[in-house]
């Protein structure tokens, strides 16, 4: 998925601060490309930029197909992170310049690293009515940043954790639940069900600090309510997280270490300088071998091209947000 809004530098209200639970409310941003839907943005925020090496997330649906006009991103680049696809109805189509062909399905991960440099284009599936889900970014460190281009997919499993309350583990380890796909940082990523009365503390590791995203419902995290596209954080110190619902629920758990370097976030970019950002935006502009070419999709535009740099220089962000000069 790509990024619209080329400068994340937002002024909003700052977040709400309830019982050590930093709540984020969402923002509605119009997805780019010729057929535009809407999703939810919680990050980056101008008092966040990182959960772990979490940058990045957008929640969406449920989007009525026949209304909506349903997923039509052509083909974009990325740079510096990986891409986490999360479905909980819907089909979509992937093609990256990796060569990669697949399909994101409910309830199987599919996680692509951008590395030095990818494309990629998703659209829903004839077949799909409804679409919703997420897309996340991971943030890769600058050791890791030139990695090359990599897709892994990875069908979950529904397991119950606790009465009343299934997990699906995509990226991590949470209980007995352990994920395969290979991250650059420790993360957490995991879907729960939380039914109606359910009541259950979390063992985590005390070194992360953790994040839920309520898709359905509204829940108590930690002492504080959250609703609907609300994200709640808590910084590392905790070793269980506290989750109850009064009504059927679910939400999305995030996690890992502190990411403590500092990025320039611009468009579908991460880099280290003002500069990094600067040649790949025209490395994409020029077609270059960089990023490649993706074969096979049919679509109203054969790519999007990236906006115009910014007038001034762009500004490195820190965890928090507030280290940006």
Same mark, same amino acid.
């Not at 080329?6 to 601060?17: G, M, R, S, Y």
């Not at 999305?252 to 990411?259: D, K, V, W, Y």
């Given at each position: ?12 209200? &700052?977040?709400?601060? $309830?019982?050590? #639970?930093?709540?984020?409310? &969402? *923002?509605?941003?119009? !997805?780019?490309? &010729?057929?535009?839907?809407?999703? *939810?943005?919680?990050?980056?925020? *101008? ?17 009525? #197909? ?14 510096? =992170?990986? $891409?986490?696809? +999360? ?23 599919? !996680? ?27 943030? =890769? ?32 380890? =949470?209980?007995? %639940?352990?994920?395969?796909?290979? $991250?650059? $940082? ?7 069900? #939380?039914?109606?009365?359910? +009541? ?13 995203? #309520? ?22 110190? /905790? ?13 999305? =758990? ?11 976030? +611009? +468009? ?10 600067? *040649?790949?935006? %025209? ?33 490195? /962000?820190? /965890? ?6």
């Amino acid at each position: 998925m790509t990024n619209t809004e080329a400068d994340v530098e937002i002024d909003l209200c &700052p977040p709400e601060q $309830t019982d050590g #639970v930093q709540i984020l409310d &969402p *923002r509605s941003v119009p !997805l780019g490309g &010729p057929r535009a839907m809407t999703v *939810r943005r919680t990050l980056p925020h *101008r008092e966040r930029s990182f959960v772990g090496a979490w940058c990045f997330v957008d929640h969406y649906g449920p989007d009525d #197909v026949a209304v909506s006009g349903g997923m039509d991103v052509p083909p974009h680049p990325h740079t510096g =992170l990986q $891409t986490v696809s +999360w479905l909980f109805q819907g089909n979509i189509e992937h093609r990256d310049t990796g060569g990669v062909h697949a399909a994101v399905m409910p309830g199987e991960l599919n !996680l692509m690293t951008g590395g030095r440099g990818i494309a990629h284009s998703e659209v829903s599936t004839p077949d799909t009515c409804v679409l919703h889900g997420v897309q996340l970014w991971v943030v =890769l460190p600058e050791a890791d940043r030139d990695m090359p281009r990599d897709f892994q997919h990875f069908p979950t499993q529904s397991r119950q954790i606790a009465p009343g309350i299934h997990a699906r583990v995509f990226i991590g380890e =949470l209980g007995s %639940q352990a994920s395969p796909v290979r $991250t650059a $940082t420790p993360l957490l990523g995991a879907e729960l069900e #939380v039914e109606s009365g359910a +009541w259950h503390s979390i063992d985590v590791d005390p070194s992360f600090e953790h994040a839920v995203l #309520v898709d359905r419902g509204s829940i108590s995290f930690c002492g504080s309510r959250l609703t609907r596209g609300q994200l709640g954080i808590v910084d590392p110190g /905790r070793r269980d997280l506290v989750i109850a619902a009064a009504e059927d629920a679910r939400i999305i =758990l995030l996690g890992g270490t502190p990411f403590d370097e500092e990025v320039v976030m +611009w +468009w579908n970019f991460i880099a280290s300088t003002h500069e990094a950002v600067a *040649r790949a935006r %025209q490395e994409w502009q020029d077609h270059s071998d960089r990023f490649g070419e993706v074969h096979g999709y049919r679509g109203p535009s054969p790519r999007l091209d990236a906006p115009p740099m910014p007038g001034v220089r762009l500004r490195p /962000r820190g /965890r928090t947000g507030r280290n940006a000069r």
